[in-house]
């Protein structure tokens, strides 16, 4: 039976890398699909990750209504076996329910990938939507690493260095932008999320002569289980 499955994570834990490796794996078994995704780092019609890889892509507009294109595509005479939905944390609530009734309706299976939260902690629209109806939430395995080493478990905004906690939802970015003023994000843990303590706060932090010690918290890493000898 089909399935509406959610892939979510932090960025950097390999969602899109996903995304592309099951493309590949069901088109290798000769099933037929059909990519998605929608404001890609890289520009539109593209989906691409981080390691390098892309594949072209319909690009999602909030006008864009899921069933009808798969209904025309399926009654022109395509066939259609599977979604990939990239960046489904900007799709909008309406567009969620409509990749479920496809599920549900023509037994296409739906795999949607997306950050769950914001960078205020809050959970996109979207990300909410598929929350309630998938059949299965999957939290990727790959742990992306907060500057100290801890898990990283929250999206920072950061602009000019500074961690910024208003302003639209969706402004996009990447992880390594390097001009001033352009808006770049940062995974951290939670502990430094709070502390808005991004890692170039902790940089100038460290070189500051009035910093004391444990106000840089570089959440050392706990300690390993002691176990018993035979």
Same mark, same amino acid.
């Not at 944390?89 to 299976?109: P, W």
């Not at 742990?143 to 100290?148: F, I, N, Q």
């Not at 002569?209 to 444990?214: C, D, Q, Y």
């Given at each position: 039976?089909?399935e ?51 594949t ?22 395509q ?7 990239? /960046? *489904? ?10 990749? !479920? #009734?496809? @599920? %549900?309706?023509?037994? +296409?299976?739906?795999?949607a ?12 629209p ?16 790959? /742990? *992306? ?10 999206? !920072? #905004?950061? @602009? %000019?260095?500074?961690? +910024? ?10 992880t ?55």
């Amino acid at each position: 039976m089909a399935e509406l499955v959610f892939f979510s994570g932090t960025m950097d834990c390999g969602k899109s890398t996903l995304a592309l490796q099951m493309d590949h794996n069901h088109a290798a078994r000769g099933r037929v699909g059909l990519i998605f995704t929608k404001l890609d780092r890289a520009g539109s019609n593209v989906l691409s990750s981080r390691l390098g890889l892309s594949t072209g892509a319909l690009e999602v507009g909030d006008d864009l209504d899921f069933w009808e294109g798969v209904v025309s595509r399926a009654t022109a005479g395509q066939r259609i076996d599977y979604l990939i939905c990239d /960046e *489904a944390q900007f799709y909008t609530c309406e567009q969620v329910e409509q990749l !479920a #009734r496809i @599920v %549900d309706e023509m037994d +296409v299976d739906v795999f949607a990938f997306g950050i769950t939260a914001d960078f205020r902690t809050e959970l996109f629209p979207g990300s909410k939507r598929l929350i309630e109806l998938a059949d299965r939430v999957q939290v990727l395995q790959v /742990e *992306a690493l907060c500057w100290c080493g801890r898990r990283a478990t929250t999206n !920072a #905004r950061v @602009v %000019d260095g500074s961690m +910024v906690v208003e302003g639209e939802q969706v402004v996009v970015g990447d992880t390594n932008a390097a001009e001033p003023g352009v808006v770049e994000y940062e995974v951290l843990c939670r502990r430094h999320y709070m502390r808005r303590m991004t890692s170039h706060a902790a940089r100038a932090s460290a070189q500051s002569a009035e910093v004391l010690p444990f106000e840089l918290d570089v959440c050392p890493l706990p300690p390993l289980p002691i176990t018993q000898a035979d």
